[in-house]
């Protein structure tokens, strides 16, 4: 089966920057996945690591190293309305089971 | 134009009673989802159809019955509803069965008294 572990909150500053981190463990990895939900909203796809390394996509940036288990997600800049819950996804290629989400990380920026 | 459309966004009714969630995606997918999201917001897979066939049925009481008649509809009926089964519902659809990239319906938040 896989086990996936992140914060279950974290509060940060306008302006700040904040680390949102994601371990994992899982055979048959197959990519690993962040998705933004606003409260009361649909979750919706942020970004896709399958190699190790740093993907950027504007403030926000998704980095993965398959040895250690690890993804982190990195938000600059924060704004209020970055105010979600944000949830680690790993998918792999074993099982019935492609898409297994973690219970996600409520971030609260603050003013 | 809306992706993944899911109809009704709320549905209150009795214990007892049975209900149905219809959704549709325009996006040309050929898999789609049920995911139920608890008060927790744990967000767990129920069934996944892949050009209209079940591949996926995760521990969920035979009272859930899903149906797609083609590929863009997956609809979810739920048999005896009990307040257990209160909670937020979202299709979901992807390109394919592997592509870990899901388009979410606006959920249905289903609170059954």
């Known amino acids: 089966g896989q086990n996936i572990d992140q914060p279950t909150e974290m509060t940060a500053t306008e302006g700040a920057i904040v680390q949102i981190n994601c371990t994992y463990q899982?055979?048959?990895?197959?990519?690993l996945f962040w998705y933004q939900q606003h409260a009361g909203e649909a979750p919706t796809f942020l970004s896709y690591n399958v190699l190790d390394g740093l993907e950027e996509k504007g403030r926000f940036s998704s980095f993965l190293s398959r040895s250690k288990g690890y993804s982190y997600l990195l938000l600059k800049e924060l704004q209020m309305k970055d105010s979600a819950s944000y949830l680690c996804a790993v998918s792999t290629n074993s099982g019935n089971t492609p898409l297994v989400f973690g219970k996600g990380t409520r971030l609260s920026v603050i003013a | 134009d809306t992706a993944v459309s899911q109809t009704p966004k709320y549905l209150v009714t009795q214990m007892g009673n049975d209900k149905s969630i219809k959704c549709e995606q325009n996006l040309g997918h050929d898999t789609m989802y049920w995911y139920k999201q608890d008060s927790k917001k744990f967000l767990k897979i129920m069934f996944s159809?892949?050009?209209?066939?079940?591949?996926i049925n995760e521990t969920v009481p035979n009272r859930f019955s899903p149906k797609s008649p083609d590929k863009a509809h997956l609809n979810l009926h739920i048999n005896s509803l009990e307040l257990g089964d209160s909670a937020v519902y979202f299709c979901?659809?992807?390109?394919?069965?592997?592509?870990?990239?899901?388009?979410f319906g606006s959920g249905t938040q289903l609170s059954v008294l």
């Open positions: 159809y892949n050009n209209k066939e079940l591949i």
């Open positions: 979901a659809s992807s390109q394919d069965f592997r592509d870990g990239q899901l388009f």
């Open positions: 899982t055979s048959g990895f197959n990519g």
